[in-house]
């Protein structure tokens, strides 16, 4: 095994670019997904069926199905419906709608975890439907599901590699390009897979320290 | 489509399946002994399989797989198969997840169920196979399922490197019609058809392992919102 310094320190200017990028994927894609998670599970809350099967299939469907498929079909068949987006911002909208059918489960749980007591309370000071859930119900929820997003942020960011498929230069496709380039596989795959472990690590830190934070 | 482009997919099938079965194999068997290990009781051994587990969950899956298919062989000389080495990528990312599944399950039993092993002179092996397991395994399932979703969902990785699995014969079809919408549809169809059978087998499973316990079927809400450890891939309660 022979590993060669000079071509880390030749592929760290690209790793920095590809860094930000995935960054900005995993911002943009948990923006995303934290609020189209919260519109599925609400809409998963009208009283008729007309509206939670479809949500609730379709979420299925999103949810059991390959990420990377997903990607290749909005990056091919959007063009052909005349709909032209970059990749970059194909694959953030589809890795945060994919991962808004996590976070709805998440966002369920948080609101069925609510304790019953509020509803009626809320009810018992006659409060508008809106007013219970922004006022008394949500408030409570959000607190108790930000651990259990974090988690998903993290497992977001494990998938955004998956970009590359798309043309997207994010930290592993720059490391494939310079790989191309320079013919070297070895070092700016490694520096990658330890800047993930690095990143993931730390921000399962920081999330442990927050859920400790919100516990009290 | 020709029924010729029907036979690729059908192969993608095949090929999703075969890395399907041999990596749910090894990433079983690596989740039972690094998860066993965990509760080990010298501290070196819990402390290289929580190592073990911090990288290779840490990792992205297709950075593993990059580096199985262009590291190792220049590395150690090995030239994989791709099917095998597309297996270990995901075998060993998954199994680390696995493991903490297992490690999850076997620290909530309760501690007095050991202490009667220990009571009644069991040997560590006994303990944890006629005691501790037993009562373990049921309630893995739920989350394992899960974990075996993901692990469907993360055989499509291997079309990138160009094996030649179901993900792969949808841009091969898509190539040769030179039109998507129709053959993505189809390919996300069956992921989902496949998905869907694995749930239903590994329901079943958990209703015949949960018969003796006495403990309900079927996974809560608050499992969603209590999880241990917090660096865990999509797709499931790891209670």
């Known amino acids: 095994m022979n590993w060669d310094w000079s071509a880390v320190s030749d592929f760290m200017p690209d790793f920095w670019e590809g860094l930000l990028v995935t960054l900005q994927i995993l911002l943009f894609g948990s923006l995303i997904s934290f609020a189209l998670g919260l519109v599925w599970a609400l809409l998963m809350r009208v009283p008729s069926r ?52 996590y976070t ?37 929820a959000v607190r108790r599901v930000v651990p259990a997003l974090g988690n998903y942020v993290i497992a977001m960011l494990k998938d955004t590699p998956m970009l590359m498929a798309i043309t997207v230069l994010e930290m592993l496709g720059h490391a494939r390009l310079f790989s191309q380039e320079h013919f070297q596989f070895t070092e700016p795959l490694t520096v990658i897979g330890v800047a993930f472990i690095v990143i993931s690590y730390l921000a399962s830190l920081a999330l442990r320290a927050l859920e400790r934070r919100l516990a009290h | 489509m020709t029924s010729g482009l029907w036979e690729l997919v059908l192969k993608g099938i095949w090929v999703t399946i075969q890395l399907l079965v041999c990596s749910t194999l090894l990433a079983a068997a690596v989740s039972f002994v690094v998860g066993v290990a965990r509760t080990h009781r010298l501290w070196i051994v819990r402390f290289l399989a929580g190592f073990y587990t911090e990288v290779f969950r840490g990792t992205s899956a297709l950075v593993m797989i990059f580096w199985v298919f262009f590291v190792l062989p220049p590395a150690f000389g090995w030239q994989l198969v791709p099917l095998w080495a597309g297996t270990l990528a995901l075998g060993l990312t998954y199994g680390a997840y696995g493991s903490e599944i297992v490690r999850g399950a076997l620290s909530a039993v309760d501690p007095a169920q050991k202490e009667g092993g220990i009571a009644l002179s069991f040997t560590p092996w006994q303990r944890m196979r006629l005691i501790l397991l037993p009562q373990a395994v049921p309630e893995m399932i739920p989350p394992f399922s899960n974990l075996l979703i993901e692990l469907l969902k993360g055989t499509a990785l291997v079309s990138i490197m160009g094996m030649g699995d179901l993900a792969f014969s949808g841009n091969l079809v898509r ?32 209703k015949k392992l949960k018969a003796g316990t006495g403990k309900p ?15 865990g891939v999509g797709g499931g309660a790891v209670a």
Do not use: C
């Open chain 1, 104 to 140: 709805m489960q998440v966002y369920r749980a948080g609101i069925e975890a609510v304790p019953v007591g509020q509803w009626e309370a809320a009810t018992a000071l006659n409060l508008p439907l809106r007013k219970t859930w922004t006022a008394v119900i949500l408030p409570q």
């Open chain 1, 50 to 101: 007309w509206v939670t099967w479809p949500v609730g299939a379709v979420t299925e469907f999103v949810r059991n199905t390959p990420l990377l498929v997903q990607l290749f079909f909005l990056f091919y068949v959007l063009p052909e419906w005349g709909l032209t987006f970059s990749a970059l911002t194909t694959g953030v909208v589809a890795i945060g709608l994919h991962y808004s059918t």
């Open chain 2, 217 to 231: 079927v079927g996974s809560t809400a608050d499992q969603e919102l209590s999880r241990p450890e917090t660096t």
């Open chain 2, 175 to 206: 190539l040769a019609l030179q039109e998507s919408a129709e053959i993505y549809t189809y390919i996300l169809l069956i992921y989902f058809v496949i998905a869907f059978l694995l749930t239903r087998v590994m329901r079943g499973l958990e």
